[in-house]
C-alpha cells in the first residue's frame, strides 16, 4: 500500500483522491481548511485533517493548492528527503518548491479524469520514483517531460477536457438536429470519443491509419472527413491548444515575479 496524503481537495485534488480510492491500493489522508471539502471526500480515504502537519506522514504527500498558497502550504511542511512531494499546482516550477522543501519534488499536471481512471498526466522531475509511477498507473496515463514542455503539456491534458467536451457537445448537437433524443445523441458522441481515444492509445497504427481505416471509399465517413480537411477545424484547435499553452507560460510569469 502506498501511503499517500493530498493537500487541497478542490476539484483536481477530489479527483485524484476519488481515483486512489477506486484502485483500492493506497492509504490516503485528506487535508483541507474548508470541512465540506474534507466531507465531500471523507468517504474515499482513511482520515481527513484540517492539519497540514498531520498530512506529512506519508511516503507521498501531494499539494493540490491553488498557485497562491503554495508557499504558505510549503512552510507549513516539514518533509524528509525520503519522501516525495508531489505538486499540482499551474505555473509553480519545481525550482520554487525544491527551494522550500528536502523533499524529492515531482511536478505533475493531470486532469480531472483521474476520478475515473483514465487521467492523462504529463510529469516532470529529477527522480521519479515508483511509489509516483503506482499512483499515477492507477489512475491513468502519463508522460515523463522536461520542465520546459510543462506549459505545452497543460494546454493539451490539463486543458484538452474541456476542448473535447466541447467537440462531443457539437456531435451530440447534430445528433439532435437529425433527430436523435438528447440522452441518446450524448451517449453516443461521449462513448464514440471514448473508444476512439482507447483505439488510438492501443493500437500500433498511427491516426492517419486509423482515419484511413474507417473512410470506405464512396462511404459516409469519408464523405464527413472530406469536409473536416476543407475547414479550419485542425488549425482552430491547434490555435486553442496555443492560447492555452500562452496563458500557462503568462501565468508562471506572474507567479515568479511575485
Known amino acids: 500500500m502506498v501511503q499517500t496524503s493530498v493537500i487541497g481537495c478542490g476539484n483536481m485534488g477530489s479527483a485524484l483522491i476519488k481515483g486512489l480510492w477506486r484502485a483500492g491500493n493506497h492509504t490516503v489522508i485528506a487535508c483541507d481548511l474548508d470541512p465540506d471539502a474534507l466531507e465531500s471526500v471523507a468517504d474515499y480515504v482513511d482520515r481527513t485533517t484540517s492539519d497540514v502537519s498531520e498530512a506529512a506522514d506519508a511516503d507521498v504527500v501531494v499539494v493540490a493548492v491553488k498557485p497562491d498558497i503554495v508557499g504558505a502550504v510549503l512552510d507549513d511542511l ?22 522550500r522543501t528536502d523533499a524529492n ?3 505533475i499536471m493531470p486532469n480531472l479524469a483521474a476520478e475515473t481512471g483514465d487521467m492523462a498526466a504529463a510529469v516532470t522531475g529529477d527522480d521519479v520514483p515508483d511509489e509516483v509511477r503506482t499512483l499515477l498507473d492507477d489512475v491513468g496515463e502519463f ?12 494546454a493539451v491534458n490539463g486543458s484538452g477536457p474541456a476542448f473535447v467536451f466541447y467537440l462531443i457537445q457539437a456531435m451530440a448537437e447534430a445528433g439532435v438536429d437529425g433527430g436523435l433524443e438528447a440522452d441518446d445523441a450524448e451517449t453516443l458522441a461521449a462513448q464514440t470519443f471514448k473508444g476512439a481515444a482507447e483505439t488510438v492509445l492501443r493500437s500500433e497504427r498511427s491516426v492517419d491509419d486509423l482515419i484511413d481505416a474507417v473512410c470506405s471509399p464512396n462511404g459516409t465517413t469519408i464523405e464527413g472527413m472530406e469536409v473536416l ?23 508562471a510569469a506572474e507567479f515568479n515575479d511575485e
Open 78 to 99: 516539514d518533509l524528509s528527503p525520503e519522501q516525495t512531494l508531489l505538486t499540482i499546482a499551474a505555473g509553480v516550477s519545481t525550482d520554487y518548491v525544491e527551494a
Open 105 to 107: 519534488v515531482v511536478r
Open 143 to 154: 508522460a515523463e517531460i522536461d520542465e520546459r514542455q510543462m506549459d505545452i503539456a497543460t
Open 229 to 251: 480537411w476543407d475547414s479550419e477545424a485542425k488549425a482552430d484547435v491547434v490555435e486553442a491548444v496555443t492560447a492555452a499553452e500562452e496563458r500557462s507560460a503568462e501565468i
